[in-house]
Each structure stands twice: as C-alpha cells, then as structure tokens.
C-alpha cells in the first residue's frame, strides 16, 4: 500500500518541480516574472481602454490571464488578445478561459517580439525599461495600424503621454496611455 502512496508523492514532486523549473527558466530568459499588476493598475488600465474605441486589444505578456479576461469579460464586442511565453501562466490563463467560455479571447504561448501584431489597435503591457525600448523602436518601424498603448509603471521612451494616471499607492505608480502617431512622437 505504501508503494503506490510512494510513487503517487514522488510524480506529484516531480510535476511542482517542473512547473516551478519552468517558471524560474521563463524568468531568467525573459527578464521578468509574470507577477500580475496590481488590482488598482487593473481599473486604471480598464478606464484608460474605455478611451480607445472598439478595436483589438493585445496584452504583451498575458501573464496568468487576469488583465485579458477581465478585459473580455468587460468587452464581449472588443476581440481581446495575448501572447505569454511562460508555459504555466500561459496554461493556467487557457484553462480559465475554457472554463469561463470567453469567445473573444485569444490566447497565443508566442514571444510577443516575433508575433504579427498587425490586427492590433490597442497594445497593453505590464514589462520592464529595456522591453519598453524594444517596443518603441518597433512601433517606429512597423506599418502596423496601432493606435494607443497602454503601460502600466514603465514608460514608452519616444512618445509623449496623451493620458497618466497615477495609482493611489506608495509611490503614485504611473499607467501611461499613449496614442500613437507620428505628431505625438517627442524624439
Ligand atoms: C509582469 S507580467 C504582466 C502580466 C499581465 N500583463 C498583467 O498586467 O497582469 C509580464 C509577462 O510578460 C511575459 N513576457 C515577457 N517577455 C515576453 C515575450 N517576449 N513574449 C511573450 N511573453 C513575454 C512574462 O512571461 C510575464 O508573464
């Protein structure tokens, strides 16, 4: 009896490991974990998307699906979009929309760098300075028909913010809204 006990205890050890395992990897080759915002981030990032039509949203870096689903939730006529590269967060986040039907979200396990961002017209993201550089020099080059960003924390180095909003906490945390377009480019 104790040997299936046994076997049972060690394939679910090595299960946790494997998930943790592959968190600490998406860390390290990342750059970030896929710690969410916070609940105050959350409603300043939803009244800032109230402000950008009805077009396609894309979250880079979906995270574990807390922003996107309650962004499909809000917005059922919106198409709501992330890509997330770490394989738990981005598991979980499918689960959850399976369970909770949500039709008009897509969720892709894509590094966000490479992906056809074409269909967006809003972009949302919660990442760090170096990424925010990396995503500048995209949206500098691409065609794509993107209209607003929305970052949490981290601002977006050649544009000029056509909106801020700073969170009620300890350090008056910045979400920038951005419309992008070549008159409100600053550099
Ligand atoms: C700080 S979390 C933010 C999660 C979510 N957007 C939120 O606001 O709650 C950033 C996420 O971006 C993901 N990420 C970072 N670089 C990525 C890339 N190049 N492609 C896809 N996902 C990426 C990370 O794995 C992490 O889950």
Not at 11 to 21: K, Q, R, T, W
Request: proline share 4%.
């Amino acid at each position: 009896m104790i040997i299936p006990e046994l076997i049972l205890f060690i394939i679910l050890a090595l299960i946790m490991v494997f998930f943790a395992g592959s968190i600490v990897f998406s860390t390290v080759k990342l750059g970030i974990t896929p710690m969410p915002s916070s609940n105050k981030a959350y409603f300043a990032m939803m009244q800032l998307a109230d402000e950008t039509g009805n077009g396609t949203i894309i979250d880079l870096g979906s995270g574990w699906g807390n922003f996107v689903i309650r962004m499909a939730q809000k917005y059922p006529q919106r198409q709501i979009v992330g890509y997330e590269l770490s394989y738990l967060p981005w598991l979980t986040s499918t689960l959850l929309k399976k369970v909770l039907g949500l039709k008009n979200l897509t969720l892709h396990r894509q590094d966000f760098y490479k992906a056809d961002l074409s269909a967006a017209s809003v972009l949302v993201c919660y990442l760090f300075p170096e990424a925010m550089g990396k995503i500048n020099d995209k949206l500098r080059s691409d065609q794509a028909d993107i209209n607003f960003l929305i970052s949490n924390n981290f601002a977006l180095p050649s544009w000029q913010s056509s909106k801020t909003i700073r969170l009620d906490d300890f350090y008056k945390s910045p979400v920038y809204l951005y419309k992008i377009g070549k008159d409100e480019l600053k550099l």
